[in-house]
């Protein structure tokens, strides 16, 4: 009772036609039967009939909208109308029933007969299919995250209302999987340009933190999250200003995290050889003459390098060490101890009187506020009244930008707003006011205004001179 179309002694090797070919899944079935006969047909398999109903559901769907296309293609009005008709249920499908009435071959023989049918169908409408190149759609889907299937639905409306989409031509409506295969490309060339990018780079300038971070932790049989203090340290390749990525020593000493910094490079195929400039702020662990980050670097390529030395950082660090000598040592992150220090934490809330004006060097000619954050847009705006002797309302109202011992720029501006606000201010105070309007501001702006490389020599003389 052997009723198998393929009468091929090596099943592996048949040489039937498509149609009469045994399945893959079958074969091994097939050869018992026709040897030892050890197996039995048992019950149904649950996995594969479900394969098979969603595969003719799929069909049955595409069958529908095909002849909703049909029947729109007969209607005289050339813009595109929805019918209303539901797709055919694959229960209504004809040959296919889900009741189990049917056997496993039938099915098998309708659902290739089937797809076929849709292979024929899909080599005739080769020629209307969406050939349109839509890169910067893509690139748009790509960075905000847009649903492809939402995406593709926009596009096609677009092109309903500009008229490119009608009856007669469908060729340019724009399907999920056509946006889901461009997004694909378009992001494994940009990750290929990345990754040549950056397997040589010229200029390598890092920074770094201590931040809270969520680890998991087991103890016995429980497990829990816990907050620790990390060291993360932030590459950039310049110039592009390219992220690179961020390594996490195993400690904030200058050993651990040029350790890290190698070990980067080398598992992300970037060619250490290549680095010539080394960019980082001015902090005794990276510039240390023996022992900083960039020394042992210089000594693990063993050639020196080109240093950028952050000059924003550069000009705090004589302002840092002049309100140290002159009021005292700093008190925490965010606070002072000495006299003066104490006061500004509630500076703004003084009124402003009549003050002696400190003429400034700044040159205002050259500054942009557009081009400011608030914080810098205050110390523009306050050098200015201290400068000129006046101060209006509006900016006595302002509150300067919270104390941190990591944005002395907001000291600055405490230090001018206490200033117009003391009836007989200290000697100190004149000295650290007269300092921030002849040194500090100027010298803020001015690195703002010329901040290439090329400029660092000139910022770090203005720096000397003005400061004696």
Not at 182 to 206: C, N, P, T, W
Not at 330 to 350: E, R, V
Not at 397 to 412: D, L
């Amino acid at each position: 009772m052997d009723i198998c179309t393929c009468k091929c002694q090596q099943i592996k090797k048949c040489t039937c036609k498509k149609g009469s070919k045994v399945p893959e899944k079958e074969v091994s079935f097939l050869i018992d039967q026709r040897t030892k006969r050890l197996l039995a047909i048992g019950g149904v398999d649950i996995k594969e009939t479900g394969v098979l109903l969603k595969r003719a559901r799929r069909v049955s769907s595409q069958r529908s909208h095909e002849a909703r296309n049909s029947e729109i293609d007969k209607e005289p009005d050339p813009e595109i109308q929805v019918s209303d008709e539901e797709p055919l249920s694959p229960t209504s499908h004809q040959g296919f029933s889900t009741d189990g009435g049917n056997s496993i071959g039938s099915e098998l023989d309708m659902l290739r007969q089937e797809k076929i049918d849709i292979n024929s169908n899909v080599r005739k409408s080769l020629s209307g299919q969406m050939r349109l190149q839509l890169p910067t759609v893509t690139e748009i889907l790509a960075r905000t995250g847009v649903p492809t299937r939402a995406a593709a639905m926009i596009v096609t409306a677009t092109l309903v209302d500009a008229k490119l989409i009608n009856a007669t031509d469908k060729s340019k409506v724009v399907d999920r999987i056509y946006l889901k295969r461009q997004k694909k490309k378009m992001l494994k060339k940009i990750a290929d340009v990345e990754k040549k990018s950056k397997s040589a780079i010229e200029g390598l300038y890092f920074d770094g933190r201590k931040d809270e971070t969520m680890q998991l932790q087991t103890d016995g049989k429980r497990t829990y999250q816990s907050k620790t203090m990390e060291e993360h340290i932030v590459l950039v390749q310049e110039p592009g200003s390219r992220y690179l990525g961020f390594v996490t020593p195993s400690s904030g000493t200058a050993k651990d995290i040029t350790i890290a910094i190698i070990d980067f490079l080398s598992k992300n195929g970037i060619k250490a050889s290549d680095v010539k400039i080394i960019g980082c702020d001015g902090t005794n662990v990276n510039t240390g003459n023996k022992g900083g980050i960039v020394r042992l670097l210089e000594l693990r390529l063993k050639r020196p390098l080109q240093r950028s030395i952050c000059q924003l950082h550069c000009n705090e660090l004589p302002l840092r060490h002049l309100i140290e000598n002159l009021d005292g040592q700093i008190k925490g992150p965010y606070s002072f101890a000495g006299p003066i220090g104490l006061k500004l934490k509630n500076c703004h809330t003084l009124p402003v009187i009549e003050f002696e004006p400190v003429f400034t060097m700044l040159d205002l000619d050259f500054v942009n506020p557009k081009t400011l954050s608030s914080d810098q847009q205050y110390l523009l705006l306050i050098s200015v009244a201290v400068s000129e002797g006046f101060c209006e309302e509006s900016l006595a109202r302002r509150t300067p930008g919270k104390m941190a011992h990591t944005r002395w720029v907001t000291t600055a501006c405490r230090l001018l707003r206490l200033y117009i606000s003391t009836e007989t201010p200290s000697e100190n105070l004149k000295t650290l006011v007269e300092f921030i309007q002849k040194v500090y501001a100027p010298l803020w702006f001015s690195i703002k205004r010329n901040h290439s490389i090329q400029d660092r020599a000139p910022t770090l003389w203005k720096l000397i001179s003005w400061s004696r």
